[in-house]
């Protein structure tokens, strides 16, 4: 059974950051694709950033520069460090998982995503 469980969330001023943590149980992070989503209050869930096999990775364009996704396959540990947080950043945060044996790259549509993580809140005050 696959588990993915979020970490790191909290409560930053604007210009702060975070670090998120997502880890994998039932599930091997090797050759898969891996993402970020998230969903502020009144508004759906939006893919934030990707990482496949390779290290191969996409952004939003509204974090780029800011945000940077990584993954540590020993440690079965998805993460995203978020630097230079704004207002529009709070949102809860959600890990999503492939179910493709070897994927390079994925969208960031929810649809390509077959697991999924219970989310951890981030809010930005100024």
């Known amino acids: 059974q696959v588990q993915l469980v979020e970490s790191g969330g909290g409560s930053v001023q604007a210009g702060g950051s975070l670090r998120l943590s997502c880890s994998a149980s039932?599930?091997?992070?090797?050759?898969?694709?891996m993402a970020w989503f998230r969903q502020a209050p009144g508004k759906e869930r939006a893919g934030v950033a990707v990482?496949?096999?390779?290290?191969?990775?996409s952004y939003a364009d509204s974090v780029k520069g800011r945000f940077t996704i990584s993954q540590d396959n020993a440690k079965r540990t998805l993460y995203l460090q978020m630097n230079s947080l704004k207002n529009e950043d709070t949102a809860m945060y959600y890990c999503?998982?492939?179910?493709?044996?070897?994927?390079?790259?994925?969208?960031?549509?929810?649809?390509?995503?077959?697991?999924w993580g219970q989310g951890t809140q981030v809010t930005v005050s100024s």
């Open positions: 039932g599930y091997s992070t090797d050759n898969s694709c």
């Open positions: 999503a998982a492939t179910a493709r044996v070897l994927c390079v790259l994925a969208r960031l549509t929810e649809n390509e995503y077959r697991y």
């Open positions: 990482i496949g096999a390779f290290g191969t990775t």
